[in-house]
């Protein structure tokens, strides 16, 4: 029986070893293989690139070149240049006519800097009988002409939508010059979209692809048709799709930036490739970059399609029997020299389980099982030595910890007392609501901060000459730091409006950024290892003038009316910091109060709270439509409903900063 159960064991250890050396030839053969695909797939997508820039090229250049031997043309000269001759004009739509002929569209079109007339003639067209229209700078499908006549300087390739014939276009825009060098006007022809993305983009190759961009990344060719005709019709170049809009990942785009820069500033080098992410696939992307016509070609190859580990299953499968044959071999004569000698040893063992500590076996061998005899007899002393001081080590331990548990709560409990005392320290500084009440006929507060104390303050003072001072500020770091910064930012304030000015907010940020440098000693060198400060927003309310002077370091002021919501930025000079700068003066920003204004000062710990569906900050965008959609209400119920607003946005997150918000009306 006990040979039974060693064999057992034996052969359940040798199983484990083979699946663990099963799993790591798998390992490597898989990291071998996929390094094997991954150059593959590259170079595929090199080649790909390489061929498809080669084919483009192939196509443009001859229209390229035809189109600037037709704008070097005398006699299409003559007729785009300044004045009607309609001998001039005959000659010259001749001599178009036989341009066309050659044109691979068959089709071109010239446009008239003089009189701003477009004409346009293709395969459909009688001949010498162009379609004609005049073109205007405030028709914005005409905007590719003005944009190209002050911008480009001898030809341009790119995709647009032309309204005279209702068809988007490949165009090639080559500009007109008089003897003097002078624009005058813009010839060329056009490739059609369905043909070139026929040829050029719509492959048969499975998880292959080609995109074509401009210098900006706009793209001007891709599989989705309907994307490139939509970019196409859109006038403004801002907001046509990038290709850097398609990627997942941003760090992927900025490489893709950074190689398109590097191909057109380097010649020499035709092709970059480089592993992506696009569209839910991972993919390689080779760019190449054709300067005859200032696009690059995108081959993308789809890691999936290029070549699959199946490829290499003999081989693994090779590998894998080849080690089983090793270790039956191995497992055969360990069994021989090793598993029967241990049987004696396997049967004292079991004693020892069963709390036979007292057992000693006799080395009958120096060999490797006599020294295993001897560590066994060891372990069995060593063993029952541990049992019999067992309990007294337990109860030492148990005694040792509950000590440290003790000594820990006393610990955190001081803390939290200390904190306790801090919070209402720090609550002691805010204004006192009855305040609020006696100087603002509506006003609310969201007094949010992150810990039991926090660096966002809201500060309140009457100047006693039908002057106040409000202003809401975001001090550098948040719990006991951030707390320490307001209370010494609150003495400044005082300070300043005390004894240097109470009516001028612009220059009270101006004293306060210097007070502040002095006593944090920040421009001394190893005076403070931190670099603190502020964002602020003040406003001096003249009550009896109903008017507001505003200036703020970071932090703007909001109002809403009847119509609206407007905002006035603060300037982007913090105060305090080491870099602020002294020198600096913080601009004055009057506004006219009444019944129906509300004002609105908030610190970015609302701005910048993350929630929604993504972990996205609520913004500012946000913020002002929370406003836009309040603002008949009065401001008591707008900040419960800003409250409820800012729990569901954050959702099961945790406050990240502390936030305050205040509003007041008069």
């Known amino acids: 029986m006990q040979q039974l159960t060693l064999r057992t064991k034996f052969i359940l250890i040798t199983s484990a070893v083979f699946l663990i050396a099963a799993v790591a030839v798998s390992s490597f ?19 790909k690139a390489l061929h498809d820039k080669n084919k483009i090229l192939s196509i443009i250049d001859r229209e390229v070149a035809l189109s600037l031997k037709l704008v070097d043309d005398d006699l ?24 066309r002929r050659f044109f691979r569209d068959k089709s071109y079109f010239i446009a008239r800097a003089a009189d701003v007339s477009y004409y346009n003639a293709d395969r459909s067209m009688p001949p010498e009988q162009p379609r004609s229209s005049r073109l205007s700078r405030d028709n914005s499908s005409d905007s590719w002409f003005f944009d190209a006549l002050r911008r480009v300087d001898t030809f341009e390739v ?130 190449s970059y054709m300067p005859q016509i200032g696009w690059y070609t995108i081959a ?65 061998h120096r060999d490797e099982i006599g020294r295993l005899t001897q560590s066994f007899n060891s372990m069995a002393a060593t063993v029952r030595e541990h049992t019999a001081h067992l309990e007294e080590r337990v109860l030492q331990r148990t005694r040792e910890l509950t ?17 306790q005392y ?16 006696r100087i603002f006929a509506d006003w609310s507060v969201l007094y949010q901060p992150c810990d039991l104390v926090g660096g966002d303050l809201y500060w309140l003072h009457e100047s006693g000459n039908g002057k106040v001072l409000l202003a809401v500020l975001d001090c550098t770091g948040h719990g006991v730091p951030g707390a320490f910064m307001t209370m010494t930012v609150n003495s400044v304030l005082n300070h300043i409006v005390d004894t240097l000015c109470a009516d001028d907010p612009g220059r009270i940020l101006q004293e306060a950024n210097r007070l ?117 209400l009065d401001l008591q119920r707008q900040f419960t409903v800003f409250a409820q607003r800012m729990d569901v946005w954050r959702g099961t997150r945790k406050q990240r900063d502390d936030i305050t918000v205040l509003a007041f009306r008069l």
């Open 516 to 632: 502040l440098q002095e006593t944090l000693r920040l421009r001394q060198d190893g005076e403070s290892l931190v670099d603190a400060g502020l964002d602020i927003g003040l406003c001096c309310i003249d009550l009896e003038q109903q008017s507001l002077t505003f200036a703020g370091a970071g932090i703007s002021l909001y109002y809403t009316d009847e119509h609206q919501v407007s905002e006035i930025k603060g300037d982007r000079q913090r105060v305090g910091y080491s870099g602020s700068d002294l020198q600096f003066v913080y601009q004055n920003h009057q506004l006219t109060l009444h019944s129906a204004v509300a004002c609105y000062l908030t610190t970015d710990g609302l701005l910048d709270e993350g929630g929604g569906p993504k972990g996205y900050g609520f913004g500012t965008a946000r913020f002002r439509q929370l406003l836009s959609e309040n603002r008949g």
């Open 76 to 99: 299409i000269r003559a007729w785009v240049a300044p004045g009607q001759n309609s001998a001039a004009k005959k000659a010259a739509l001749q001599q178009l006519e036989s341009y």
């Open 158 to 287: 790119h995709l647009n939508y032309d309204a005279l014939i209702r068809q988007t276009k490949v165009w090639i825009n080559a500009i007109i010059r008089d003897s003097r060098g002078d624009k005058i006007g813009i010839g060329g022809t056009g490739i059609d979209l369905t043909e070139f993305l026929q040829e050029i983009v719509l492959t048969d190759e499975p998880g292959t692809a080609v995109i074509l961009i401009d210098r900006r990344g706009i793209i001007q060719a891709h599989h989705d048709k309907a994307l490139v005709e939509r970019n196409a019709l859109e006038q403004d170049s801002d907001k046509r799709t990038t290709i850097f809009q398609l990627f997942e990942q941003p760090a992927e785009a900025e490489q893709l930036k950074k190689e398109l820069e590097n191909l057109a500033g380097q010649p020499r080098r035709k092709v970059a490739a480089f592993p992506v992410r696009i569209n839910g696939h991972q993919s390689f992307a080779a760019v």
């Open 29 to 47: 053969f898989s990291g071998v293989t996929s390094r094997i695909i991954t150059a593959f797939a590259l170079q595929s997508a090199t080649s």
């Open 300 to 364: 993308l190859v789809d890691f999936s399609h290029v070549m699959q580990t199946a490829t290499f299953l003999p081989i693994i499968l090779a590998s894998l029997f080849s080690l089983l044959a090793v270790i039956t071999v191995i497992g055969y004569m360990i069994n021989r020299m090793v598993l029967r000698p241990l049987n004696l040893l396997t049967g004292a063992a079991g004693q020892v389980a069963e709390g036979r500590y007292d057992i000693a076996l006799p080395v009958l």
């Open 422 to 437: 801090a919070r209402i320290l720090q609550a002691a500084i805010l204004p006192d609501p009855q305040r609020f009440d």
């Open 403 to 419: 000590d440290a548990n003790q000594l820990l709560e006393a610990s955190q409990s001081r803390i939290m007392e200390s904190l």
